[in-house]
């Protein structure tokens, strides 16, 4: 339990942290204690989000921190319920190239809860599909975008992108334009 807080009626409810970091789970726990806000799943092997989106174990959810696992894709958070009132989303440390940009948008504008998104160290794919949208959508909500110096594009041949850092795109200190 990490703190309690009080409801309008003065009941108290308590606030509960899981932490399953390194673990070595492939997927998250099937069940979590009543009020569970905050899960920690880093540095596991989880390569999907679905089950967490499916389970009503998670509805009460606020905080979730999947760093440095093996996850591709995240197009399931679009039009989940969790997704349009999280708190805290760390996905760093992944293998994601590209995010459904509009799903992120949608949600961040109707979102009042969101506090922290980080989505540094994946390997984003930078070009000209991806990234005007990924850029466009980065600088519209950099105020809880909380790793933009860590959102690189990923290693290629390429020298004019490999590893650029993808605000660097946004603050127009880059010359190749997509």
Known sequence: ??????????????L???????QGLEAPPASLPPSTTTLRLEANKINTIRTIL?????????????????????KELEGSEWFSTFRVLSLR???????????FDKAFQSNNNIMQVHLGHNPWRCD??????????????KRVI??????RCSKSDDKE??????????????????
């Open 1 to 14: 339990m990490t703190h309690v807080v009080s409801d309008r009626a003065g009941n108290i409810i308590p």
């Open 16 to 22: 509960i942290t899981v932490n399953c970091s390194s």
């Open 54 to 74: 499916q389970n009503h174990q998670y509805k009460k959810l606020a905080d979730l921190y999947l760093d440095n696992n093996s996850i591709p894709s995240v």
């Open 93 to 103: 440390g992944n293998l994601l190239r590209q995010i459904p940009v509009y799903a």
């Open 128 to 141: 000209c599909h991806f990234i005007p949208r990924f850029q466009a959508l980065l600088l519209k909500y």
């Open 146 to 151: 909380h790793d933009l110096k860590d959102i």
């Open 161 to 178: 992108t490999s590893l650029v850092q993808v605000s660097i795109y946004l603050q127009g200190a880059a010359k190749k334009v997509y």
